[in-house]
């Protein structure tokens, strides 16, 4: 393929998000470089084992979308679902059933897909290595859109007669949580409208990058819909984080307090058993487009 060195560039992008996302440490109850947060089950060791077996599958989602482009979105779907369906039973395989990417690879299957369609539009190799705008971004985000437009319907409106629910499904009756799905069904606004303006904001204001990444976690920590936290502790519990968040967030911390700050609210979160898996997954998207625009 002419385009496989481009698209391998963007497959190691998908694959750096997620390092980026468990080596930013502290993290309040989230695994990384010095604990595992509010998990008993999973480790640093565990996410990068996790890491090095879905790496190869990001390639694959990229090159459905490239070879696929023009045909109609959900058939290029289904076959980002397939291969999606074989990336989390090797995950699965190599954290030895320990779920630390399932909701991330989902969401990152349908935004991969929809780069490789974007990228088989451009017309020249020079293009390739061109940092994309914030244009580009949503233009990617609306064309996964257009691949999950039909996953509410077709996964969730027949739960009632489903005898074995995952935990999202679970979420979805009792709650009306739609959770990766709903956000991929409505373009991912979460990353392109919110968390992608507040983090260009943050870069463009403070020269320190780490900084602004935590910053950016609190940021989704305090707004975003996050299903591992009302899987955990209800509803009560995610709206007190959220909440906690906002405060860390609109205090003028220096970089030294903040970290001081996020070290004891990761005690804090580990006493609850309370972790922000899904805020964790909005972080490594937005590191995925801050990386094709070249903000990291």
Excluded at 206 to 224: A, I
Excluded at 225 to 248: C, F, V
């Amino acid at each position: 393929m002419a385009n496989s060195i481009s698209l391998e560039n963007y497959a190691e992008l998908a694959s750096r998000s997620l390092l980026y996302e468990l080596d930013l440490s502290p993290k309040p109850g989230l695994v990384d470089r010095l604990d595992a947060g509010a998990h008993k089950d999973m480790t640093y060791e565990t996410f990068l084992t996790s890491i090095e077996a879905l790496n190869p599958f990001f390639l694959r989602y990229l090159e459905v979308g490239w070879r696929l482009a023009g045909q109609k979105p959900q058939l290029i779907f289904e076959e980002l679902r397939k291969i999606g369906i074989q990336a989390e039973q090797t995950m699965f395989q190599a954290t030895k059933g320990v779920n630390t990417h399932k909701g991330i690879n989902f969401s990152l299957a349908l935004v991969l897909g929809a780069t490789g369609i974007y990228l088989s539009k451009r017309t020249t190799t020079a293009n390739y290595n061109k940092p994309l705008t914030p244009q580009d971004s949503l233009a990617i985000c609306q064309l996964a859109q257009q691949l999950a437009a039909h996953i509410i319907q077709a996964d969730l409106s027949q739960l009632e007669t489903k005898a074995d629910l995952s935990h999202g499904e679970k979420l979805y009756l009792t709650y009306g949580i739609k959770g990766p799905r709903g956000e991929a069904a409505a373009g991912f606004p979460t990353v392109v409208a919110h968390a992608l303006p507040f983090f260009r904001q943050e870069l463009n204001k403070r020269q320190d990058k780490e900084f602004c990444q935590w910053r950016l976690l609190l940021y989704l920590m305090g707004s975003v819909e996050d299903a591992n936290l009302i899987h955990r502790g209800g509803l009560p519990a995610w709206q007190r984080i959220k909440k906690e968040a906002r405060s860390l967030l609109n205090s003028d911390f220096s970089k030294s307090e903040l970290k001081q700050q996020l070290t004891a609210y990761n005690q804090i979160l580990i006493q609850r058993y309370l972790s922000p898996g899904g805020s964790a997954d909005f972080l490594s998207l937005t590191f995925y487009f801050a990386f094709l625009e070249k903000l990291l």
